[in-house]
């Protein structure tokens, strides 16, 4: 069990899926730093950390920005000891035939997934490798691995999400850090929900369990992940997917 003196940093953390991590990692007895590009979605993920016994501290901020992410890492040096943990979440989804996405758009979902990941791995890895310990945890998707109609952009940023944590994985571990990935399939959460109703009834007939999977299911994936007993575990990709990818 950790100490709460311990820091978890989740990005993306005001809901779904993101909420649910911050809450499993306070649950666990970390001390969690909330990050969300919408700071009152942050500041309401921590009220209910701490409403529930755990220890929290919120701050706003858009993660493909460098002066947020010092920020995030600003707060989490001020509010708990040393950060153990680093869950990159932070999201954002488009839907679109390929001829009529923008650059523009497709800048943006590189900007947030793969610079952001990047960003808070840089701001966080220099600790952990000066201590010899933490644990990273890259939140990707399974269309990461197989693709997804109308869906380009998106695929290709968590697939380099993945790419990265493989390579920083080879760098990294042998100097005691952990880097992992999360490949989920659909989950009930509001950023899936905004993909069109055609869209998401025709991924649920896909899938061989029949059903998208809840927040709190790749929550436990990530709790694994940040445990002792995933020491083995080195630049995988997990993926509670519902048997969309199977490997």
């Not at 590189?110 to 960003?119: D, I, P």
């Amino acid at each position: 069990m950790p100490s709460k003196e311990q820091a978890a940093v989740v990005t993306g953390a005001g809901s779904g899926i993101g909420r649910a991590i911050a809450h499993r990692l306070a649950e666990d007895g970390y001390c969690v730093i909330v990050n969300d590009i919408d700071a009152d979605r942050a500041a309401a993920t921590v009220k209910e950390i701490i409403d529930a016994g755990g220890a929290a501290a919120s701050i706003g901020g858009d993660v493909s920005k460098e002066s947020d992410v010092a920020a995030i890492a600003a707060l989490a040096a001020e509010r708990c000891a040393a950060t153990e943990v680093l869950v990159n979440n932070a999201g954002h989804v488009h839907q679109a035939l390929f001829e009529e996405i923008e650059p523009a758009e497709f800048d943006r979902m590189f900007a947030v997934h793969t610079r952001g990941t990047y960003l808070m791995m840089r701001a966080f890895i220099p600790g952990m490798l000066a201590r010899g310990s933490g644990s990273i945890v890259n939140i990707a998707s399974q269309l990461g691995q197989i693709g997804g109609v109308q869906l380009v952009h998106y695929c290709g940023a968590k697939a380099a999400i993945i790419g990265m944590t493989k390579a920083l994985a080879r760098e990294v571990s042998k100097r005691g850090v952990r880097v992992n990935v999360i490949a989920p399939g659909p989950i009930e959460t509001p950023l899936a929900m905004s993909l069109s109703e055609e869209w998401r009834k025709k991924k649920t007939a896909e899938l061989p369990l029949g059903r998208y999977g809840k927040p709190e299911e790749v929550a436990a994936a990530v709790s694994f992940l940040a445990s002792p007993a995933a020491s083995l575990f080195v630049g995988q990709t997990l993926g509670p997917n519902s048997g969309d990818v199977m490997l």
